[in-house]
């Protein structure tokens, strides 16, 4: 079976300083993993995704995460948060013989002045 | 373009009655999913279609959710005598193949159903 470990539901931080979102991901086979974003009201929307190649993965926002196959973890992070990136990011994961993503419980980050 | 589309925003029911939900993916995606995430949780996978049929459904919790896409396009879940615990948010996605590894997801805002 296949699974997401968010270890952080809040992580409050101040604006311009680093972040760090932590996800496991649990599964006896290679799998593809994803950070989603949902602002509030919204949908989620594709942050990154790694499928192969290159373990440090850049997506939009200035977002970057690193895939650790022998740690099991595809960890988020920034180096620089604005007040704008609060959120609620969710990691998400697949594996063969899935559907579709299995996602995470969400980390809602909180970014103040 | 226009993203993916739902309806209503928000619905309340009272206990028993049937629902439907409305999705209308972005033009010509083949795939749409459903997904249910109730509060403080991450979306949980409820069904997949690929064009008009019904590829997966294992994420349904009961014989009460029912949904479809007879055209390849629009689709409806239909909860029958809901119940409290049906309430949640109700997303959609679509993508453009039948591929969730390498096409993005593209999700709607959702549904948020409360029953009473």
């Known amino acids: 079976a296949q699974s997401v470990t968010q270890l952080d539901s809040q992580v409050p931080v101040f604006e311009e300083a680093p972040v760090e979102l932590r996800c496991n991901y649990s599964?006896?086979?290679?799998?593809?993993l994803f950070w989603y974003v949902q602002y509030p009201n919204q949908g989620l929307q594709l942050l990154l995704k790694?499928?192969?190649?290159?373990?440090l993965v850049k997506g939009i926002n200035g977002f970057e995460a690193e895939f650790n196959k022998s740690q099991t973890s595809f960890h988020l992070r920034k180096p620089s948060v604005h007040i704008s990136d609060t959120a609620e990011y969710f990691c998400?994961?697949?594996?063969?013989?899935?559907?579709?993503?299995?996602f995470g419980k969400g980390t809602m980050l909180l970014v103040s002045p | 373009g226009a993203g993916v589309s739902q309806s209503p925003r928000y619905k309340v029911a009272k206990r028993g009655q049937d629902v439907a939900l409305r999705c209308d993916p972005i033009?010509?995606?083949?795939?749409l999913f459903w997904y249910q995430q109730a509060l403080g949780q991450g979306p949980e996978f409820l069904t997949y279609?690929?064009?008009?049929?019904?590829?997966?459904k294992s994420g349904l919790p009961s014989d009460r959710f029912f949904a479809e896409r007879p055209e390849g396009s629009v689709s409806t879940l239909k909860i029958q005598r809901t119940q409290q615990e049906d309430s949640a948010v109700y997303l959609c996605?679509?993508?453009?193949?039948?591929?969730?590894?390498?096409?993005?997801?593209?999700f709607g805002n959702g549904t948020r159903l409360t029953v009473t």
């Open positions: 996605a679509s993508s453009d193949t039948g591929s969730s590894y390498n096409s993005p997801l593209h």
């Open positions: 599964s006896s086979v290679s799998v593809y």
């Open positions: 790694y499928l192969s190649g290159s373990t």
């Open positions: 998400a994961v697949i594996g063969p013989g899935y559907s579709t993503l299995t």
């Open positions: 033009s010509g995606h083949v795939s």
């Open positions: 279609f690929q064009n008009e049929a019904q590829l997966d």
